[in-house]
C-alpha cells in the first residue's frame, strides 16, 4: 500500500484496541507481575496474549492464541526468567489474525534484542515498510507493529536510545502506545497526539507501564502519572525508578474518545479522569438531551450500565432495571474477529428478564451503536420477552465513519449509521424511538475540549490526513530520507 491509498482494512477483522504492559522489578521475577497486569487488560484484545522476558543475558518469550488464561500456564510462566518484561492481549487493527502478528514482536540484531507491544495504528505502515525493505530488512507479518519494531532496531544500531527512539517516533505516522524492552531495558512510549492511554505505576519493589490503572490496582501498585504525548519513559534495569524524556511536543492531542466511552474498564483513570465518572456524565447528559417518558430504563452490559445508571439519576420517578442478564463466559462481542462470531455471541451473551420488561415501556441504554449486532438483537429479545415499547438511547454519537487510529470499527459498509440517519437506523434495528448523545457533550463528560480529542469515526476528520501526510498539526512528517 503506498501512502497515497487508504490504509488496507483487514477485511475479516474489527481492529481493535490492544493492551500493553512493561515491568521492571527490584527482586523478582517480571513474568508473574505482567501476566496479572494482562489479566486486568483482557478486555482490550482477545485473539492472542504474549510475554517477553530478559534475565540479562537473554530474551525468553511465550506467546499463545486466545485469552490470557487459554495462552499461558504455570509451565509457561515458569521459563519466563528474569527481572525485566513486556506483555500483550491483542485485537487485529492491521494485518492477519494469526501467530504471524501476535505480540510482542522479538527482534535480534547485533545491538542486541529488541521486544515491542502495540496499541495503535500506523498509517505510513507501507512506506515505511518499503524504505526498510530497501535497506535490507526482511518482515514475518503483513502487520503494522513489526515495521516500527525493525525501524527502531535499525535505528538503535546508529544511535544511543533516546536519540533511536526519538528518530524512529519521527517516522511514525498513526496511533501507537508502545512497550519495549532493549535487552533488559524497559521502556513506554506514547504517540505524539496521545491517542492511546499509556500510564506509569509504582510497585513495591518496581515500576510498570501499562494501557491502563486497572493493571496498576491489579498488582497493588501505586498510579504515578499517565505517560505524556510524544513521551519516552525509560524503567531503571533495577526497578527503582525511570527517566522520561519528552521527545515530542504537539501543541493538541487527539486522545481517542471511544476509550472513555466503551473500551477503557470503568475503573480505569485515563489523563486524569475516571471512566466510570465520565459514562454516568455520559448517561445524565443523555436524559438531558434525549429523556423519554418510559416504565423502567435499563443497561445492555456490560459497557452500557454506568451510562444507565446516569440516566436513571438523571430521569425522575423511573425504575432502574438489570433487566437483561449478561453470561459471564462471553467476552466482548464488537471486538470479535468475523460477523458470524459477533451475532453468535450477542445471542449467547444477552438474555432479558420478562419480569422486568413484560406490558411495560422499556429504554434500553447502550455506550454505542457500531455495526448495529447488538441492538438489532436485543430490541427483538425486548419484544419476544413482552415488553410494551421499546426505546433505545446511545451514549456516543452516531459512528459514521471508520477509524485509522487504532480502532478501526468497521469498514464503513458495516456501520449501521454510515449515512448518519438516525430514522432509518432506528427502523433496521426495530426500536419504538432511537436517540444518541451529542458530540459537545461527549467532550464536556470528558472535560477535554473537542479539538483535543479524536472523534474520526464520529466526524470523518482525523488527527493525521490518512494519507499518512502530516495535516496542520505540528507534528514533524514522516522523515523518510533514505
Ligand atoms: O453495534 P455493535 O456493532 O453491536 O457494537 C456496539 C456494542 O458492542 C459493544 O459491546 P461488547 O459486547 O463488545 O462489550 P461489553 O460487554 O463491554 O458491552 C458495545 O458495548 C455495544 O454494546
Ligand atoms: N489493536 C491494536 O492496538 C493492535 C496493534 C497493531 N496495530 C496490531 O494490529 O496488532
Ligand atoms: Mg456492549
Redesign the pocket.
Known amino acids: 500500500m503506498s501512502t497515497g491509498e487508504v490504509p488496507a482494512r483487514d477485511s475479516t477483522g474489527p481492529t481493535e484496541k490492544c493492551g500493553v504492559v512493561g515491568v521492571s522489578h527490584e527482586t523478582e521475577g517480571a513474568a508473574l507481575p505482567t501476566y496479572y497486569a494482562l489479566y486486568a487488560l483482557q478486555?482490550r484484545g482477545q485473539e492472542s496474549a504474549g510475554i517477553v522476558t530478559h534475565d540479562g543475558f537473554q530474551q525468553h518469550e511465550h506467546i499463545g492464541m486466545g485469552l490470557v488464561g487459554e495462552a499461558f500456564d504455570q509451565g509457561d510462566i515458569d521459563t519466563l526468567h528474569g527481572q525485566s518484561g513486556i506483555g500483550h492481549v491483542r485485537y487485529p487493527t492491521a494485518g492477519s489474525v494469526d501467530e504471524s502478528n501476535a505480540q510482542p514482536f522479538t527482534v535480534s540484531f547485533e545491538a542486541g534484542s529488541l521486544a515491542l507491544s502495540h496499541n495503535g495504528n500506523l498509517v505510513n505502515t507501507e512506506a515505511l515498510r518499503s524504505k526498510l525493505t530497501e535497506q535490507g530488512h526482511a518482515f514475518s507479518s503483513d502487520g503494522d507493529t513489526e515495521v516500527i519494531a525493525h525501524d527502531l532496531a535499525r535505528n538503535l544500531l546508529e544511535s544511543d536510545l533516546v536519540r533511536a527512539v526519538k528518530r524512529t517516533m519521527e517516522r511514525l505516522h498513526g496511533s501507537y502506545a508502545l512497550t519495549v524492552m532493549h535487552d533488559d531495558t524497559v521502556m513506554g512510549i506514547r504517540d505524539p497526539e496521545g491517542n492511546r492511554p499509556l500510564i506509569i505505576g509504582e510497585l513495591e519493589d518496581g515500576y510498570v507501564i501499562a494501557s491502563e490503572s486497572a493493571a496498576i490496582d491489579t498488582l497493588g501498585g501505586e498510579v504515578v502519572r499517565d505517560v505524556r504525548p510524544g513521551e519516552l519513559v525509560v524503567l531503571d534495569e533495577d526497578g527503582s525508578g525511570f527517566d522520561a524524556y519528552q521527545l515530542q511536543s504537539p501543541e493538541r492531542t487527539a486522545n481517542c474518545f471511544f476509550e472513555y466511552v466503551?473500551f477503557a474498564r470503568p475503573d480505569s483513570v485515563i489523563d486524569g479522569e475516571l471512566v466510570y465518572e465520565v459514562r454516568r456524565e455520559l448517561g445524565r447528559k443523555l436524559y438531558e438531551e434525549a429523556g423519554v417518558e418510559t416504565d423502567v430504563v435499563m443497561p445492555?452490559?456490560?459497557?452500557?450500565r454506568a451510562f444507565a445508571s446516569g440516566y436513571a439519576e438523571a430521569a425522575p420517578d423511573v425504575e432502574f432495571a438489570e433487566g437483561l442478564m449478561?453470561n459471564r463466559y462471553?467476552?466482548?462481542?464488537?471486538?470479535?474477529p468475523t460477523q458470524e462470531a459477533?451475532e453468535r455471541?450477542?445471542r449467547l451473551?444477552l438474555n432479558p428478564i420478562r419480569s422486568t420488561v413484560e406490558d411495560r415501556s422499556v429504554t434500553l441504554i447502550?455506550?454505542?451503536?457500531?455495526?448495529?449486532?447488538?441492538?438489532?438483537q436485543l430490541v427483538d429479545l425486548l419484544r419476544e420477552a413482552g415488553a410494551e415499547s421499546v426505546h433505545v438511547r446511545i451514549g456516543a454519537p452516531p459512528?459514521t465513519a471508520p477509524c485509522y487510529m487504532g480502532i478501526d470499527?468497521?469498514d464503513r459498509d458495516e456501520l449501521?449509521a454510515a449515512e448518519g440517519d438516525v430514522g432509518a437506523v432506528e427502523e433496521q434495528i426495530g426500536a419504538d424511538s432511537l436517540a444518541y448523545i451529542s458530540p459537545s457533550a461527549v467532550a464536556d463528560s470528558i472535560g477535554t475540549a473537542r479539538s483535543d480529542l479524536c472523534m474520526g469515526c464520529v466526524t470523518g476528520e482525523y488527527p493525521y490526513d490518512i494519507k499518512g501526510e502530516a495535516t496542520d498539526r505540528d507534528v514533524a512528517a514522516p522523515v523518510l530520507d533514505e
Do not use: E, L, N
Request: charged share 25%; no cysteine.
Open positions: 478486555h466503551y445492555v452490559p456490560d459497557s452500557g449478561k462471553v467476552g466482548r462481542t464488537f471486538i470479535m459477533r455471541a450477542v451473551k447502550d455506550d454505542s451503536i457500531v455495526r448495529g449486532t447488538t441492538s438489532r459512528i470499527m468497521a449501521i
